[in-house]
């Protein structure tokens, strides 16, 4: 039986709806997406565009599962490079002192409490640059994650910095479930922020983990001074990949006291300030482009209100990180994210399975974006 639903979208051109309609329809993850083709989409009237991100959500993911992810910092301070954010920096004044890798027990414990608060993916972050020349540490985090995985039976990340083939090699042949290597921003924005590691040497270690066939968790950070062309240009390098992240976090930037950036959103971002519309613009249009990606609301969430949330869910996140702390940065607590989440009908998401809604519609949508709705036998 079929039925027709008119669309309350009432999208400019014939281009957009085009742009839109192939998305939409689209019953794959497609990743020739052009730049013109993702400004069309981020630049849609943003109620028609989150409405359009979860058509695309509920065709890919059961739109009542979130995952809870908690992040631990298994090494602190001391990292080498000048990212302007980040507290961790050798070269940033935050009076953050440097630590030594935590032992597999201290990490494992850590992993256990999680667990008991329905975290199903663990991740682990260390303060360094690369992996070059750490060979023994190396093998400490690979029997974190192999004992992490064979006696929790969770999901394992963990984020390095640089890896080489071989490096990655051991992380697969451990369990490992994803690595974490964020592109952070658009190739434009990235310079103003960061000098001792280029974008395209982030882009060689995602292709390392990639071609291992470790799940890649890549994504950014909003609010470092970035306008909306690098928001687009953002989206558009995440979505042209060979393979879409499996994982796409999205931070809230916390300008921490002592770092470049919370003294250039004073001066020379002054004007340039984010906003919850941009922050739901740029989910909704990951969604749209990147609909088999798990999304996650990563640092800064704790700064947002509850209702500020709830629209991220409603566009497409479907993943958050809780617990006590994210690496060096406050965190909102697990009891308070499960009472929100049953608060608001949502489940937390098992380990490895994002299973599928049980539709019994398929949405269709034609050139004048009206919806043919068709109940599926």
């Not at 890896?163 to 992380?171: A, E, G, S």
């Amino acid at each position: 039986m079929k039925s027709f639903i008119r669309s309350l979208a009432t999208i400019s051109t014939t281009t957009s709806n085009s742009i839109l309609q192939k998305a939409l329809n689209s019953k794959i993850p497609l990743n020739t997406w052009t730049r013109d083709e993702v400004s069309a989409i981020f630049n849609v009237p943003l109620n028609d565009l989150m409405f359009y991100a979860q058509l695309k959500h509920r065709q890919f993911h059961n739109p009542s599962e979130i995952q809870l992810c908690t992040l631990l910092s298994i090494k602190t301070g001391g990292c080498t490079e000048d990212c302007k954010y980040c507290s961790q920096s050798s070269h940033n004044d935050t009076g953050l002192k440097a630590t030594k890798l935590l032992d597999l027990d201290t990490v494992y414990a850590k992993a256990v409490i999680a667990k008991e608060n329905k975290s199903t993916r663990f991740c682990m972050g260390s303060a360094w640059r690369e992996m070059k020349g750490r060979k023994s540490a190396l093998k400490k985090i690979a029997n974190m994650v192999e004992k992490i995985n064979n006696e929790l039976g969770m999901e394992t990340c963990v984020t390095l910095g640089m890896i080489d083939k071989q490096q990655i090699q051991l992380l697969k042949d451990s369990g490992l479930t994803a690595y974490n290597h964020n592109i952070d921003t658009s190739r434009k924005h990235y310079s103003n922020v960061i000098s001792t590691r280029s974008f395209d040497d982030r882009l060689e270690t995602i292709k390392n983990v990639s071609d291992s066939g470790i799940n890649v968790c890549t994504g950014g950070i909003l609010g470092m001074g970035e306008t909306i062309d690098d928001h687009i240009d953002f989206l558009h390098t995440l979505s042209t990949m060979d393979k879409h992240p499996e994982s796409l976090p999205i931070n809230k930037l916390i300008a921490i006291k002592g770092t470049p950036i919370e003294q250039e959103l004073k001066t020379k971002y002054k004007d340039r300030v984010l906003t919850l519309e941009n922050i739901l613009r740029v989910i909704s249009t990951a969604r749209l482009l990147m609909p088999n990606s798990i999304i996650r609301l990563a640092a800064g969430r704790y700064t947002m209100k509850e209702s500020e949330q709830l629209l991220c869910f409603n566009a497409g996140v479907n993943a958050i990180f809780t617990g006590e702390k994210m690496l060096t940065t406050m965190c909102t607590g697990w009891d308070e994210d499960i009472a929100m989440l049953q608060k608001w009908g949502y489940v937390p998401m098992e380990a490895f399975k994002k299973s599928k809604a049980n539709e019994v519609n398929e949405v269709i949508v034609n050139e004048d974006m009206s919806l043919e709705v068709q109940t599926l036998q």
